[in-house]
């Protein structure tokens, strides 16, 4: 079994948390945060909580809109007045873009490559810059347009799939072989300038639809052209574009669902049209794998709209054990790495779905809800109002309102030595049995560290988190458990002999007391 460490971030400026952004691959977590004392701030925090001691940035306003570049360390702040600021990892000052934008810029995002960065204010202004490696513009966007509207969504068009071309593998045995087509081919592939060859390179694509409060979708191309597309039946709250059929998803704030096929060059044609079920008061919607919708709108179910299958279901926790009747369910987020439905609730729990195509019974195929097996919920402090999943640990940042956390999934650690049976059930939570002298004993450890690893004597218990090690005695019968002593080591794998505890690090097994002293290293190389 796994579970969630938790970690609080260390915030610069107390106050409230109003909106947060991962990082596709670094372990960087950006916050929003606004306080009367301290006015409106930013901070980057690390995978841990730790704040970056360069990432703090602070104004009197609040900040609207964060976005990160999806490979560099690259941040666009968008400001209440307007302001955009991007943040470069290494470089001396951040860069302010010019005054596009006089209204709070309430959207920001990246093109696919990196290579342009869209703004959007709340007086229908759109801008269009293009940025360099450096996170640097040419001081003005390329393309600006004005929508009169509030805008509030903006989502890329996928760019279209390259042609893969021949299989380079089977090309390169038929040109050793002899085959003079495919050494023309390799001949063609690689050009007069010694040019390398790629297959199935993904193309780019700075194209997108824009939506805005007064129900208008438009489109902007590569060029910078924009037209507009279709006007929804209420305020835009939500443009999801589904790739595999080309359609792009229009949810408005009264719960009104349209679909929209999309052409290459950017029309659209409506396809169908359904109202959603549920409470419209701040609802979120985000995919929950290939065309399905996860829907949470404050009730006790997230409701699960199936656009490949036209089906809908819910996942519910009323009934489950460990939740409140009157809990709801208040965002959803998911993480298509570890196919897992994370949701929040009033409650503070963080409840998780995890997919699974296994049949429950036998011989019969799962559907619907039959897909989804719920796990044991992780419990934080507050009303959770936004769960974001980002970084390639595929964590998890929990927002609650006055405090975020960061949550990261562990398998339980256990071990069974001399009788002695020790196993974690919960981040720093270990239950101990003694089945010696033909009886069993049973304790309950807290320990004061969120534990990764675990080794047990009979006489002690030693748990690490590869920052600190905690060593725990233990009486004759296990019925009374002290703490022996700690030492900080970044060790991943112990073990206890005798009064002395054997540690691998930085690639040598080092011999420590239970107070800190290392008194033998046994390997220097392994």
């Given at each position: ?332 987020a998911y993480c298509p790495e570890k196919e897992t439905l994370a949701a929040g609730t009033s409650n503070g729990n963080m409840v998780t779905w995890k997919y699974s195509t296994t049949p429950v019974t036998s011989g019969k195929k799962p559907e619907g809800e039959e897909l989804w097996m719920i796990q044991p ?109 700690n030492f900080n080591t970044e060790s991943t794998v112990a073990c206890v002999h005798q009064q002395n505890v054997y540690a691998i690090e930085n690639g040598k097994v080092q011999v420590h007391t239970f107070q800190v002293k290392i008194i033998n290293v046994i390997f220097s190389h392994l």
């Amino acid at each position: 079994m796994a579970v969630y460490f938790d970690f609080k971030v260390q915030p610069v400026y107390a106050g409230i948390n109003s909106c947060m952004r991962w990082h596709n691959t670094h372990q960087l977590l950006a916050v929003a945060t606004f306080s009367q004392t301290h006015g409106g701030s930013v901070n980057i925090y690390y995978d841990e909580g730790e704040s970056l001691a360069e990432g703090t940035f602070q104004r009197s306003f609040p900040a609207m809109s964060l976005a990160w570049h999806p490979t560099k360390k690259i941040l666009a702040i968008g400001w209440e007045n307007g302001e955009i600021l991007i943040w470069t990892e290494g470089e001396q000052v951040s860069q302010d873009l010019p005054g596009t934008h006089k209204a709070p810029v309430n959207v920001l995002e990246w093109g696919s490559s990196g290579s342009r960065l869209v703004s959007a204010d709340s007086n229908g202004t759109v801008g269009v810059w293009k940025i360099d490696n450096r996170g640097r513009t040419g001081g003005s966007p390329q393309f600006k347009h004005d929508l009169d509207q509030d805008l509030t969504q903006i989502v890329f068009k996928p760019p279209p799939a390259s042609d893969p071309g021949p299989d380079i593998s089977q090309l390169a045995k038929a040109a050793v072989s002899g085959d003079e087509s495919a050494l023309d081919m390799f001949s063609w592939k690689k050009g007069k300038n010694n040019m390398k060859m790629q297959a199935g390179a993904v193309g780019d694509s700075n194209a997108f639809f824009v939506g805005g409060t007064k129900g208008g979708v438009f489109y902007v191309n590569d060029a910078g052209k924009v037209a507009p597309s279709f006007e929804a039946d209420g305020p835009v709250e939500r443009l999801l574009y589904y790739n595999d059929r080309n359609v792009l998803v229009t949810i408005t704030n009264n719960l009104m669902m349209s679909q929209h096929t999309v052409s290459p060059e950017g029309s659209t044609k409506e396809i169908q049209k359904v109202k959603l079920s549920g409470k419209i008061d701040e609802p979120v919607f985000n995919w929950a794998g290939s065309g399905i919708v996860a829907t949470a709108t404050g009730e006790t179910v997230i409701r699960m709209w199936d656009l490949a299958n036209d089906d809908n279901y819910v996942l519910s926790i009323d009934g489950q054990v460990g939740y409140d009747p009157s809990e709801t369910i208040n965002c959803v987020a998911y993480c298509p790495e570890k196919e897992t439905l994370a949701a929040g609730t009033s409650n503070g729990n963080m409840v998780t779905w995890k997919y699974s195509t296994t049949p429950v019974t036998s011989g019969k195929k799962p559907e619907g809800e039959e897909l989804w097996m719920i796990q044991p919920p992780a419990r934080l402090d507050g009303i959770i109002t936004q769960i974001m999943w980002g970084s390639n640990k595929h964590l998890l940042a929990v927002n609650t309102v006055e405090n975020v956390f960061i949550l990261s999934q562990h398998v339980m650690s256990s071990h069974f030595n001399n009788q002695i049976s020790v196993v974690q059930t919960g981040p720093c939570q270990l239950t101990i049995d003694n089945f010696s002298g033909g009886s069993v004993s049973h304790q309950e450890l807290r320990t004061d560290i969120q534990v990764k690893g675990v080794y047990t004597t009979q006489e002690h218990i030693a748990v690490w988190n590869e920052k600190k090690l905690v060593v725990y005695e233990l009486s004759s019968d296990s019925s009374l458990i002290k703490a022996a002593g700690n030492f900080n080591t970044e060790s991943t794998v112990a073990c206890v002999h005798q009064q002395n505890v054997y540690a691998i690090e930085n690639g040598k097994v080092q011999v420590h007391t239970f107070q800190v002293k290392i008194i033998n290293v046994i390997f220097s190389h392994l």
